[in-house]
């Protein structure tokens, strides 16, 4: 916990020192910076559970533009309802983990190989149903026209602000998952289960623990997650962009590492995640407020991805 | 042992190791060992599980270099780094575990490490002209390009052997090559070796069979904790005083004096707690001999039994097959108080109240970066969790009752268990176990790698659960253990139950020689090492 902390701690007073002319002190840029850190903070709970589990899940991405697209088709195009639309989001990205981790579970399928699979699939399935056309306001017409659809409500909720502006709801969905998450590894049998399946996984199986089921359910709540975070993006971004996510995969592991979860499994926690989400997203919005170009940002995220991991194993030794 | 030529001792020895002494973290393996190996002989090495054998022939093979005394071939005076070195050296071991790549040709694994080559590029069609010369030698007639996980087991030990004699091999050093093999298949191998030995080869052969050791050896060597207990001209050991030699150690010390439980006395109408009729264990490999063969054994309430078997007797897979870690593969009757019961899963055999503390702790017994709480209660999980939501509190008790009752020493409850010593992780485990509240206990090796101290504690805790009306299944590899704990003793060789022992003609050497294989040997000492 220490270590993950000071990591996010310097990244704040980096933040503190370059200030971009007291943009740093502003309850906006820091309402910013959570809410362009919920759509990763939200795919890095999901993470945190399969990589505790000994696994990993690449398929994320592809799941958040696939959902994402899914939720614009229905929301914009179809009109439907957010009762029907949300339940029925949610049961596509439980089907995608479903599908890996049963692969992972009973196929015996290595979960690298299993989720790159599904990566490729879901990104895949987004462009067969979106005609590889981004899903938006705009439909376009066989004439080849465009009508002109208002923003559905749903959209606009997830994408609103409370407490007298000062928060993005996306950034309380965030907390939630990482709450259900915690509560799920630090309350629940399953959780146990799944510390141990990563830390021995012979062990956990020879102590009457059952490996598979316990492993498909933590693929399955990963694609859960992804879900919540593609229905935030495509809230966020007002379309379905079958492009969208690519990365976030990546994006959302290095939240976790840098954490300090070990991705040997049996190791790490959701607190750890929360810092390391933070810690990617806080860095990226004080390069952005500096005016840094991206090419350099990406640079200095991945030495920090490499020093905080070096701290964490410096830690054990 | 059927009298046969010695070999000429008046030939210098291909290899004499010399006061070979050996510690593995301030435990002496070896202490003062002196072994030779001369030209067209086989030298077997015989001893219990832990006497040493293994750790010997892996200093011969380069496997460990951090050891004292001398080791000369022919005469000169070496000291090898690595089995690399060994290999040029002439000396070439086939381990229990096979060194083969699984996934590479039978051409590649034999030219690995030492391929043919011009200017750096591999010479295939030249590999592929000696492979198959090579293996012709041993009568192997296989696609050299196949991979080498396709074929059977006895044909990649072949594989094994053929590349040490690519690698021109004079001393072979096998280490219980028979163990997964069929009888066709270890004809085939004693072929071999009497072949290797007319070209003037030395074999070191290590055996848990007496039958073999008729068979084969023209000198034994016998190491007992650590040391050697003599060497001998195979002519002149028969089977009672080889026996003796490995067994020989004096009961001494606190356990001669131990006071010993009452004999159970069983309810004359009541069922026994845990019956096996022709219980099997197949073999995962496609027609390989079944790891257990049609086992029947019954177990009263509060009775200890204990299951003497030697390396690959089957003993461990008889007890993991019995809790379900075989799944499918375990097929036969078990009966737990007379009633039939299914047992295919690890879930299945918690369910009906059995328990298995596995040989390994480590590997297979604890999860070692959990808390000592978190391993405590793992295997009673589902029962410390109703509707699934852990009880922090509950859980707390649970270990705590646990650490009292075992006298546990760590640093807390929530430490990580790997930061406890073996007899403490012991001590979880068998917490773990106890938790689930057992009416069988399947015990293996229950005292491996615990201090004396930390032993003596789980010896009274045996007895304790006994008097409970646990039903225990034991196996150790000390015989004096075996001896003071059980009520009653079985012996098993190659999957088999050989012969049973009760308390009053239960002698460590007709046990040794039942898991050795061999019809029952009258003790030469009667007397002195009946249990009480």
Same mark, same amino acid.
């Given at each position: 916990?220490?270590?993950?902390?000071?990591?996010?701690?310097?990244?704040?007073?980096?933040?503190?020192?370059?200030?971009?002319?007291?943009?740093?002190?502003?309850?906006?840029?820091?309402?910013?910076?959570?809410?362009?850190?919920?759509?990763?903070?939200?795919?890095?709970?999901?993470?945190?559970?399969?990589?505790?589990?000994?696994?990993?899940?690449?398929?994320?991405?592809?799941?958040?533009?696939?959902?994402?697209?899914?939720?614009?088709?229905?929301?914009?195009?179809?009109?439907?309802?957010?009762?029907?639309?949300?339940?029925?989001?949610?049961?596509?990205?439980?089907?995608?983990?479903?599908?890996?981790?049963?692969?992972?579970?009973?196929?015996?399928?290595?979960?690298?190989?299993?989720?790159?699979?599904?990566?490729?699939?879901?990104?895949?399935?987004?462009?067969?149903?979106?005609? =590889?056309?981004?899903?938006?306001?705009?439909?376009?017409?066989?004439?080849?026209?465009?009508?002109?659809?208002?923003?559905?409500?749903?959209?606009?909720?997830?994408?609103?602000?409370?407490?007298?502006?000062?928060?993005?709801?996306?950034?309380?969905?965030?907390?939630?998952?990482?709450?259900?998450?915690?509560?799920?590894?630090?309350?629940?049998?399953?959780?146990?289960?799944?510390?141990?399946?990563?830390?021995?996984?012979?062990?956990?199986?020879?102590?009457?623990?059952?490996?598979?089921?316990?492993?498909?359910?933590?693929?399955?709540?990963?694609?859960?997650?992804?879900?919540?975070?593609?229905?935030?993006?495509?809230?966020?971004?007002?379309? =379905?962009?079958?492009?969208?996510?690519?990365?976030?995969?990546?994006?959302?592991?290095?939240?976790?590492?840098?954490?300090?979860?070990?991705?040997?499994?049996?190791?790490?926690?959701?607190?750890?995640?929360?810092?390391?989400?933070?810690?990617?997203?806080?860095?990226?919005?004080?390069?952005?407020?500096?005016?840094?170009?991206?090419?350099?940002?990406?640079?200095?995220?991945?030495?920090?991805?490499?020093?905080?991991?070096?701290?964490?194993?410096?830690?054990?030794? | 042992?059927?009298?046969?030529?010695?070999?000429?001792?008046?030939?210098?020895?291909?290899?004499?190791?010399?006061?070979?002494?050996?510690?593995?973290?301030?435990?002496?393996?070896?202490?003062?060992?002196?072994?030779?190996?001369?030209?067209?002989?086989?030298?077997?090495?015989?001893?219990?599980?832990?006497?040493?054998?293994? !750790?010997?022939?892996?200093?011969?093979?380069?496997?460990?270099?951090?050891?004292?005394?001398?080791?000369?071939?022919?005469?000169?005076?070496?000291?090898?780094?690595?089995?690399?070195?060994?290999?040029?050296? /002439?000396?070439?071991?086939?381990?229990?575990?096979?060194?083969?790549?699984?996934?590479?040709?039978?051409?590649?694994?034999?030219?690995?490490?030492?391929? $043919?080559?011009?200017?750096?590029?591999?010479?295939?069609?030249?590999?592929?002209?000696?492979?198959?010369?090579?293996?012709?030698?041993?009568?192997?007639?296989?696609?050299?390009?196949?991979?080498?996980?396709?074929?059977?087991?006895?044909?990649?030990?072949?594989?094994?052997?053929?590349?040490?004699? /690519?690698?021109?091999?004079?001393?072979?050093?096998?280490?219980?090559?028979?163990?997964?093999?069929?009888?066709?298949?270890?004809?085939?191998?004693?072929?071999?070796?009497?072949?290797?030995?007319?070209?003037?080869?030395?074999?070191?052969?290590?055996?848990?069979?007496?039958?073999?050791?008729?068979?084969?050896?023209?000198?034994? !060597?016998?190491?007992?904790?650590?040391?050697?207990?003599?060497?001998?001209?195979?002519?002149?050991?028969?089977?009672?005083?080889?026996? *003796?030699?490995?067994?020989?150690?004096?009961?001494?010390?606190?356990?001669?004096?131990?006071?010993?439980?009452?004999?159970?006395?069983?309810?004359?109408?009541?069922?026994?707690?845990?019956?096996?009729?022709?219980?099997?264990?197949?073999? #995962?490999? *496609?027609?390989?001999? %079944?790891?257990?063969?049609?086992?029947?054994?019954?177990?009263?309430?509060?009775?200890?039994?204990?299951?003497?078997?030697?390396?690959?007797?089957?003993?461990?897979?008889? @007890?993991?097959?019995?809790? /379900?870690?075989?799944?499918?593969?375990?097929?036969?009757?078990?009966?737990?108080?007379?009633?039939?019961?299914?047992?295919?899963?690890?879930?299945?055999?918690?369910?009906?109240?059995?328990?298995? $503390?596995?040989?390994?702790?480590?590997?297979? /017994?604890?999860?070692?970066?959990?808390?000592?709480?978190?391993?405590?209660?793992?295997?009673?999980?589902?029962?410390?969790?109703?509707?699934?939501?852990?009880?922090?509190?509950?859980?707390?008790?649970?270990?705590?009752?646990?650490?009292?009752?075992?006298?546990?020493?760590?640093?807390?409850?929530?430490?990580?268990?790997?930061?406890?010593?073996?007899?403490?992780?012991?001590?979880?485990?068998?917490?773990?176990? @106890?938790?689930? #509240?057992?009416?069988? @206990?399947?015990?293996?090796?229950? !005292?491996?790698?615990?201090?004396?101290?930390?032993?003596?504690?789980?010896?009274?805790?045996?007895?304790?659960?006994?008097?409970?009306?646990?039903?225990?299944?034991?196996? !150790?590899?000390?015989? %004096?253990?075996?001896?003071?704990?059980?009520?009653?003793?079985?012996?098993?060789?190659?999957? #088999?139950?050989?012969?049973?022992?009760?308390?009053?003609?239960?002698?460590?050497?007709?046990?040794?020689?039942?898991?050795?294989?061999?019809?029952?040997?009258?003790? %030469?000492?009667?007397?002195?090492?009946?249990?009480?």
């Amino acid at each position: 916990m220490g270590r993950a902390l000071l990591a996010l701690l310097l990244v704040l007073l980096l933040g503190v020192i370059f200030n971009a002319e007291g943009a740093f002190f502003k309850i906006g840029t820091h309402r910013d910076a959570l809410r362009q850190a919920s759509v990763n903070g939200i795919l890095a709970c999901g993470m945190t559970l399969v990589i505790i589990s000994g696994g990993i899940d690449l398929s994320v991405g592809s799941v958040v533009a696939l959902v994402a697209v899914c939720f614009a088709l229905m929301s914009i195009h179809w009109g439907w309802s957010p009762l029907l639309a949300v339940p029925l989001c949610l049961l596509i990205g439980a089907a995608c983990g479903g599908a890996s981790g049963m692969l992972v579970a009973w196929g015996r399928l290595q979960p690298f190989i299993a989720t790159l699979a599904m990566m490729v699939f879901a990104r895949g399935l987004a462009k067969t149903i979106s005609g =590889g056309m981004k899903v938006s306001t705009a439909i376009p017409n066989p004439d080849g026209t465009y009508q002109y659809v208002g923003v559905p409500s749903i959209f606009r909720f997830i994408d609103s602000r409370i407490l007298g502006d000062n928060l993005s709801l996306v950034t309380v969905i965030f907390l939630i998952c990482a709450a259900i998450a915690w509560l799920a590894l630090s309350r629940h049998r399953w959780g146990r289960e799944l510390y141990a399946i990563g830390g021995n996984e012979e062990a956990a199986r020879l102590s009457g623990v059952p490996v598979p089921i316990a492993k498909l359910k933590a693929y399955i709540a990963c694609g859960l997650f992804a879900a919540v975070a593609g229905m935030c993006q495509a809230a966020q971004e007002q379309q =379905g962009d079958p492009e969208a996510g690519i990365g976030y995969e990546l994006t959302a592991i290095a939240a976790v590492v840098i954490g300090g979860t070990s991705l040997m499994g049996g190791r790490g926690g959701v607190g750890l995640t929360l810092l390391g989400v933070l810690t990617i997203g806080y860095l990226d919005k004080i390069l952005s407020i500096n005016a840094v170009p991206e090419a350099s940002r990406l640079m200095l995220t991945g030495i920090v991805i490499v020093v905080a991991t070096l701290a964490q194993r410096g830690r054990r030794g | 042992m059927p009298n046969r030529a010695i070999p000429a001792e008046s030939k210098p020895p291909l290899v004499r190791m010399v006061g070979i002494s050996k510690r593995f973290g301030g435990v002496p393996a070896l202490q003062e060992v002196s072994f030779e190996i001369y030209p067209g002989e086989v030298h077997v090495l015989a001893g219990e599980n832990g006497a040493g054998k293994s !750790t010997l022939v892996k200093i011969l093979a380069g496997v460990y270099s951090d050891y004292e005394g001398t080791i000369e071939i022919e005469g000169k005076p070496v000291r090898f780094h690595s089995p690399l070195e060994a290999a040029a050296q /002439g000396i070439v071991a086939i381990h229990q575990e096979l060194s083969l790549v699984p996934s590479m040709s039978v051409v590649d694994n034999l030219f690995l490490g030492t391929p $043919l080559t011009s200017a750096g590029f591999v010479r295939q069609r030249d590999q592929r002209v000696r492979a198959k010369a090579l293996l012709d030698q041993l009568g192997v007639e296989i696609d050299v390009d196949r991979a080498v996980e396709e074929l059977p087991l006895a044909t990649q030990q072949l594989i094994e052997i053929a590349k040490a004699l /690519g690698q021109k091999a004079r001393v072979l050093i096998m280490d219980e090559p028979t163990s997964a093999l069929s009888a066709p298949e270890v004809e085939r191998l004693f072929r071999l070796i009497a072949d290797l030995k007319a070209r003037g080869c030395g074999v070191v052969y290590i055996t848990h069979r007496l039958e073999e050791i008729e068979r084969l050896a023209d000198r034994i !060597t016998v190491l007992r904790d650590g040391r050697r207990v003599q060497t001998a001209p195979a002519s002149e050991v028969s089977t009672q005083m080889l026996i *003796h030699w490995m067994v020989g150690r004096e009961l001494e010390g606190w356990w001669a004096g131990e006071s010993r439980r009452a004999q159970p006395v069983r309810a004359a109408s009541a069922p026994p707690r845990l019956q096996l009729e022709n219980f099997t264990v197949l073999s #995962r490999r *496609h027609g390989g001999r %079944p790891p257990v063969d049609s086992v029947s054994l019954s177990v009263e309430a509060g009775e200890i039994v204990g299951i003497a078997g030697l390396q690959g007797s089957g003993a461990s897979e008889l @007890l993991m097959g019995l809790f /379900g870690g075989y799944g499918r593969l375990a097929r036969g009757t078990i009966r737990l108080n007379g009633k039939p019961v299914t047992i295919h899963s690890p879930q299945q055999a918690i369910a009906n109240g059995i328990a298995l $503390l596995t040989n390994d702790r480590k590997a297979t /017994g604890l999860v070692l970066s959990l808390s000592v709480m978190a391993n405590i209660t793992l295997a009673d999980l589902k029962r410390l969790t109703p509707f699934g939501w852990r009880r922090p509190r509950l859980e707390r008790e649970v270990a705590t009752y646990w650490a009292n009752r075992l006298r546990l020493q760590a640093p807390s409850l929530d430490a990580p268990v790997d930061t406890l010593s073996g007899g403490n992780q012991q001590k979880v485990a068998l917490a773990k176990w @106890l938790q689930t #509240r057992p009416q069988v @206990l399947l015990l293996d090796e229950p !005292t491996r790698g615990v201090d004396v101290a930390a032993k003596r504690e789980i010896y009274e805790l045996i007895y304790r659960w006994a008097d409970e009306g646990i039903a225990i299944l034991l196996i !150790t590899s000390e015989m %004096p253990e075996l001896l003071m704990l059980s009520d009653r003793i079985v012996a098993m060789h190659r999957g #088999r139950i050989t012969a049973e022992f009760t308390r009053a003609n239960a002698s460590a050497d007709a046990i040794l020689a039942a898991a050795m294989g061999s019809s029952v040997v009258s003790s %030469p000492h009667p007397a002195q090492e009946r249990m009480p």
